[in-house]
């Protein structure tokens, strides 16, 4: 987990101010420790002309920080707004959801991405937005769980000794599912027909599954907030990249192909 309780995080957040940076965020910092000290910088998630409304502003953002987003036709921020952010100063990070997979198609221009999600979209480990995509209710809470933090489960559970192969057909399972309809109650009945029954585990493992998928205890297989609060933490303390680094690998083509979809 990152150091979100880092003193001079806290201190280092209260000293900025809009005009310094904006993180544009909404399911994957929800009841994260950093929305009381990065309360004074958040926005809404990016949607289609938040950045142009950003440039008019006087004066406009150094840097901002791109975390969710809405997707779809019409709603998903442009590509042109991105080139036009980067072209007038911005200082552009992405992560996480929507921010990880713009930076992935951005970076040529010098948006820089953050994060084990970004990294995952950039290798092409993950191809689809799908595997980001969640529904949320008007608070940002969201309402299904994205694959990206399936996945984290999974291997959570696997690291708690409960048997691979069952693990891995939870997994299977709920990736099947339209991200649309994979809410907690559905993982709930995946995880009793994956984990008890017929499936050779007693109690325990089932109950352990279950208590994971309370509320209280998300947090722990939430890969995007985890993205989210450690790039907040780099970026606020000066420890990100300022610039693409050169090392990284090209964006494949089925990538590119993908997110211009998104």
């Given at each position: 987990m990152p150091p979100v309780y880092d003193p001079a995080l806290d201190h280092a957040l209260a000293g900025f101010t809009q005009a310094d940076l904006v993180v544009l965020a909404?399911?994957?910092?929800?009841?994260?420790?950093?929305?009381?000290?990065?309360a004074h910088l958040l926005?809404?998630?990016?949607?289609?002309?938040?950045?142009?409304?950003?440039?008019?502003?006087?004066?406009?953002?150094?840097?901002?920080?791109?975390?969710?987003?809405y997707f779809g036709a019409g709603q998903a921020v442009s590509l042109t707004e991105i080139q036009e952010?980067?072209?007038?100063?911005?200082?552009?990070?992405?992560?996480?959801?929507?921010?990880?997979?713009?930076?992935?198609?951005?970076?040529?221009?010098?948006m820089i991405g953050l994060g084990d999600i970004f990294a995952d979209f950039l290798t092409g480990r993950?191809?689809?937005?799908?595997?980001?995509?969640?529904?949320?209710?008007?608070e940002f809470r969201s309402l299904t769980a994205a694959t990206?933090?399936?996945?984290?489960?999974?291997?959570?559970?696997?690291?708690?000794?409960?048997?691979?192969?069952?693990?891995r057909e939870f997994g299977r399972r709920a990736r099947r599912l339209y991200f649309g309809d994979?809410?907690?109650?559905?993982?709930?009945?995946?995880?009793?027909?994956?984990?008890?029954?017929?499936?050779?585990?007693?109690?325990?493992?089932?109950?352990?599954?279950?208590?994971?998928?309370?509320?209280p205890q998300r947090a722990s297989w939430d890969a995007k907030r985890r993205d989210a609060e450690r790039a907040i933490h780099d970026v606020a303390l000066g420890l990100a990249p300022t610039t693409v680094p050169s090392g990284l690998i090209p964006v494949p083509e089925h990538v590119g192909a993908v997110l211009a979809e998104a």
């Open positions: 909404g399911p994957s910092l929800i009841d994260s420790p950093l929305t009381a000290p990065a926005l809404p998630p990016v949607q289609d002309g938040d950045l142009t409304a950003l440039l008019a502003r006087t004066p406009s953002p150094a840097t901002a920080l791109m975390i969710d987003g952010a980067l072209s007038r100063g911005v200082r552009l990070y992405g992560c996480s959801s929507m921010g990880a997979l713009r930076a992935v198609e951005a970076r040529p221009w010098g993950r191809t689809a937005d799908e595997n980001v995509a969640l529904l949320h209710d008007d990206v933090n399936v996945d984290l489960l999974c291997t959570l559970l696997t690291a708690e000794g409960i048997p691979a192969a069952h693990c994979r809410s907690y109650s559905a993982l709930h009945q995946l995880a009793r027909a994956c984990f008890a029954g017929n499936s050779g585990l007693d109690l325990d493992a089932l109950e352990f599954v279950l208590h994971q998928l309370a509320a």
